[in-house]
């Protein structure tokens, strides 16, 4: 088996070094660029994860985040000096799959790594579309593909297969978080869900514990589903206590 081809995008050499280092003694295969674009430049169909700053000379690493999975979907993983809650989440919610503050521990930085890859595994071709881990999908989901969701939650239809649902009509177009949380809502209409909970369903096994994430992938989703029908919010809050789907009548 080859071995992993990770991207370095750091402009700091020392930690850069540093990483080359703890990576190359656990058999990874590591390319170092010290620039945004000299990173996106090397970015190509061979690279199995991106380990990018978020501070570098020539750009935000939030916009290299977005251009990277505009190209294909992989997995990234910031290596950054901010450790503020909001540029996680933020970091988070624009795709990236974890966070590792500066400065770090080589061996929970490998460990990361490894957890981010073998999460991947078994997925779709990065080249193709993005296809949920069977571990986003709530195991108990009685919906065929294809299917009308059962009475009680007009306007949704999920193809489990494609890993796509409409509303109202119209398909929609979800990140993999948020179709997890929606196959989530989806499978248990009315029944009130916890922040917990649906990080469990809709997150990787070893994803960070931000519940403050699932707060901003549900406005996410609120828009999505806003922007079919105006006049309707399908997602309902019960503070304190979770998410549910609305039952209508």
Same mark, same amino acid.
């Given at each position: 088996? %080859?071995?992993?081809?990770?991207? /370095?995008?750091?402009?700091?050499? $020392?930690? $850069? ?16 660029? $010290?620039?945004?674009?000299?990173? /996106?430049?090397? +970015? ?12 570098? @000379?020539?750009?935000?690493? +939030? ?39 500066? =400065? +770090? ?19 779709? !071709? ?7 881990? $069977? ?22 239809? /999920? ?26 809502? /989806? !499978?248990? @209409? ?13 997150? %990787?096994?070893?994803? @960070? ?39 209508? =009548?």
């Amino acid at each position: 088996m %080859d071995a992993p081809r990770i991207l /370095l995008i750091e402009d700091e050499p $020392a930690i $850069a070094d540093a990483v080359l280092y703890a990576l190359g003694r656990e058999g990874f295969s590591v390319e170092w660029k $010290a620039t945004l674009r000299e990173g /996106l430049d090397a +970015f190509d169909e061979r690279t199995d994860l991106v380990l990018l700053d978020v501070g570098l @000379p020539d750009g935000s690493g +939030f916009d290299g985040c977005r251009e990277i999975l505009r190209r294909r979907d992989v997995p990234v993983v910031f290596l950054t000096a901010r450790a503020e809650e909001i540029d996680r989440v933020v970091g988070l919610e624009i795709g990236a799959d974890d966070y590792v503050v500066k =400065p +770090f521990s080589p061996r929970e930085l490998v460990a990361r790594l490894r957890a981010r890859l073998r999460a991947r595994a078994g997925r779709a !071709d990065p080249a193709g579309p993005v296809v949920p881990s $069977a571990a986003v999908l709530p195991e108990t989901n009685p919906v065929k593909s294809s299917e009308a969701i059962p009475a009680g939650v007009c306007g949704f239809r /999920l193809d489990a297969e494609k890993a796509r649902v409409e509303y109202r009509g119209r398909e929609l177009d979800l990140t993999r978080t948020e179709y997890g949380l929606l196959c989530a809502l /989806l !499978d248990k @209409p009315g029944r009130v869900l916890s922040r917990a909970r649906l990080m469990e369903l809709a997150w %990787d096994e070893d994803s @960070p514990s931000l519940e403050r994430t699932v707060d901003v992938h549900v406005k996410s989703l609120r828009a999505k589903l806003r922007a079919v029908d105006p006049g309707q919010d399908p997602i309902g809050t019960r503070r304190g206590l979770g998410y549910c789907l609305r039952e209508e =009548p």
